[in-house]
């Protein structure tokens, strides 16, 4: 998100600072919010709290309009944040299947058999199961970082960039 930043350092020749003062109430709510995902234990929230409170920060002293040129790296900061937990459950659990299920039929087809009741796997009458790290949601993830990245540094119209993320 820095580099981002800075690569957009090009926009700022001549600038001057425009305080935007609704920005300091952005930056408290930031603040707040990280106290109550640290004290009631959820760090999406908390963490969460700490990207509002950069935005905060950057509207505060850059002003609103200046505030827009960070937009795209403030927001690529979200990516930083653990998922909720329930959102994490829904996407890692048709994953772990998803990687169960490739497990055993790569398994049938080279001609091991292999049973696979849920998330584990029957092979050679020993139980193997498929743990939650091999659902591969933060390969996933790494993937969707990497993309929103090249994605803003390209220099391609704004619908191409937007399918590129959607893919």
């Known amino acids: 998100a820095a580099y981002l930043c800075y690569a957009r350092r090009a926009e700022f020749s001549g600038w ?18 990280t ?7 959820f760090p999406f929230v908390a963490y969460a709290g700490v990207v509002l409170s950069a935005n905060g920060i950057i509207m505060s002293v850059l002003g609103r309009e200046r505030w827009k040129t960070f937009l795209y790296p403030m927001l690529f ?10 959102m994490h459950e829904a996407v890692m659990l048709p994953l772990q299947t998803l990687g169960a299920s490739l497990a055993s039929g790569f398994l049938e087809l080279v001609g091991i058999p292999a049973l696979r009741s849920g998330h584990v796997l029957e092979i050679g009458g020993r139980q193997v199961a498929v743990a939650e790290a091999c659902s591969g949601l933060r390969m996933v993830m790494a993937l969707i970082v990497v993309v929103a990245f090249v994605a803003d540094l390209v220099r ?3 619908w191409q960039r937007g399918i590129l993320l959607l893919s």
């Open 16 to 33: 001057t600072p425009q305080r935007w003062w609704p920005g300091v109430g952005i930056f408290l709510t930031g603040v707040a919010s």
């Open 35 to 41: 106290w109550a995902g640290e004290w009631y234990a």
């Open 77 to 86: 900061l979200f990516l930083a944040c653990p998922l909720p937990q329930r």
């Open 156 to 158: 391609r119209p704004l």
